[in-house]
């Protein structure tokens, strides 16, 4: 079969056509003995050389699984992690600690690991000698893992049977993680549908039914310390509050957030051989955990870097410069730029923007265009599209505080430290705490009725699938006279930037 394999895959050269027939006709299984084999026998140079860059295997293997189709590539929320993002994690997991037992949770190829042996061999061979002897990998699929073991022993010369693998569901009680263990991972996304009977722990992710927030729970109740990859929904929405418990009781830590638009973190450059589009649009943060009895959690502002940034902003010294310097119990997680954070701390209300609001239809309503991508605009217009709420203030007053809160940085700030999507959802925004300060003073209304009068100046259209959709797009002074009027000099500046680094 390895002939035929081979045959088929390198005659006149390998591409990714070839890679396609080949696996329809003999497996992926296959395919991958075969090209495991060649990697051991002829090393990583050749290897990179005549079939695919050595740090590129993940992304091969996974299209083999696309191609395979043997069930939803996004079901089994396998996306390998691209290598800048891979360096980040293994910095973060080995820097300040000396370690000695590694595991790699959800393993795939081993893009993970390989960057953390890299790294550990670099400082001190008897650190990755000892690392080795106590190297655990795990994963459902076993041809990721044998790819993964193959990568390993090509790579740093290590005997494959040296290491542990663990080839099974990771969440089965079954399936023990040795104790004091850093872990890395890159853990699967998916909904599930059913909580195992087997499962070791079900809190958060009978919660959630979300297959990472189960990885994330089984590797911090067994870590001494972790660094996951993941979507970032677990910081954001309310079906995640028991894992953020979890996380608090067992230690402390940081959240690095990284927004999906204009640059993605799972967005691996394309190039060479691969033309085909994995790009994966998920919005992730990386998180540091270290089991301890001190608690609290630093989080950074949702970082929205421009592609052309990304090696600027993927590394470990710009990604720890941005966290804020307040430890967080992630009750109400805020991703707030460290510059701002003193501005929002002194946010005492206890009102929220709920109580300018009145339970029926008045004759001062704000129309609020809910998608909100680098600003948010309230009108006294209605608008002519999908998408809008109404919002009815329960006097003159509130509907000027109401509409001074929209148009200024105010809303949109809370906005990107809580969620930061693309779509505001009415009740985040009625959950808006009021500025403590009288920040509703003469100018502001008197500002805030110019405003309304040129409205239909400010008017811009866009068609959205075949229909046209009315905006209102003020002038970004518009924006910054009324924070000056608000809140005097406060960088709003930062959060409506769709660059990262200034
Ligand atoms: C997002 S991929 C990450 C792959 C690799 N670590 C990387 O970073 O490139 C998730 C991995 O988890 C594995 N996986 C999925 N469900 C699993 C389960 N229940 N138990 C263990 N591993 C699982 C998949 O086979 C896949 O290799």
Known sequence: MGNKVEAALLSHGFNLNKYEETVLEYGLSDVWNFLTSYLIENGVDTFSKNIVDFYDIGRLYEIGLAIENKYSKKEAGKYYTPRDVSKLMADLLIENN????????????GNLIIEVLSKIKERSLDEFNNVISNLYLFDLDKTAINICKARITAMFGVDA???NDVCGDFLSKTIKVPNNCYIISNPPY???????????????????????????????????????????????????????????EK????????????????????????NTNTANGV???????????IKGF???????????????????????????TKKQDLKR???????????????????????????????YCVHVNSSARYFIVGSSKQLSRNG?????????????????????????????????????????????????????????VAYCKDLIKNEKKYLVYKKNAGVMQESIKFPEYCREKLNKMMFGNIPFELIHSNKEIF
């Open 98 to 109: 000396q370690l000695n037992c590694v595991a790699d949770v959800g393993c795939g190829c």
């Open 388 to 444: 809008t709420m109404d919002l009815y203030a329960k006097d003159e007053e509130s509907f000027y505080k109401l509409y001074a809160l929209l148009n200024s940085s105010y809303a949109y700030l809370w906005w990107r430290m809580l969620d930061g999507g693309i779509l505001i959802p009415k009740s985040l925004l009625l959950d808006i705490p009021l500025p403590s300060n009288d920040y509703l003073k003469e100018d502001v």
């Open 161 to 163: 049977n040296s290491i």
């Open 333 to 363: 997680p805020l991703k707030c730029f460290k510059e701002l954070e003193f501005f929002v701390e002194n946010i005492e209300s206890e009102l929220k923007i709920s109580s300018l609001l009145a339970e029926e239809t008045t004759d």
């Open 251 to 274: 230690g402390n830590g940081d959240i690095y957030s990284f927004d999906n638009v204009p640059g993605t973190l799972f967005n691996g450059r394309k190039q060479g051989v691969f």
């Open 298 to 324: 630093r989080l950074t502002h949702l970082i929205r870097f421009r592609t052309d940034e990304r090696d600027n902003v993927i590394n470990i010294n710009y990604v720890k410069e941005q966290l804020g």
């Open 190 to 248: 998916s909904q599930i549908k059913e909580i195992k009977k087997n499962w070791e722990y079900k809190t958060a992710i009978t919660e959630s039914k979300d297959l990472y927030v189960g990885f994330i729970e089984k590797i911090i109740r067994s870590s001494k310390k972790a660094v996951i990859v993941s979507p970032q929904s677990y910081i954001v929405g309310s079906k995640f509050g028991k894992i953020r418990n979890i996380l608090f």
């Open 283 to 293: 919005r992730a943060s990386i998180l540091t955990f270290n089991n301890s009895e």
